[in-house]
């Protein structure tokens, strides 16, 4: 693979992964996966916990 396609593929990741969060989370409202709560928070990285029944998820959990 050389550089130029290489590049072209990280331009597309980038996109298709904002594209993709942007469908999934509308108005940055995350909620949990498994209880549907609205009560999360954010912990380390990319990563939220559920306040109510305390499962961590990440961005794309359950998509
Ligand atoms: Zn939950």
Redesign the pocket.
């Known amino acids: 693979m050389d550089l130029k396609s290489f590049e072209a593929l990280i331009k597309t990741e980038n996109s298709a992964r904002l594209f993709l969060a942007k469908l999934c989370w509308k108005n940055s409202h995350r909620f949990?996966t498994?209880?549907r709560?609205y009560k999360v928070y954010r912990i380390a990285g990319k990563k939220f916990r559920?306040k109510?029944?305390a499962?961590t998820f990440h961005e794309f959990t359950g998509r």
């Open positions: 949990c498994r209880c709560s559920c109510r029944c499962y």
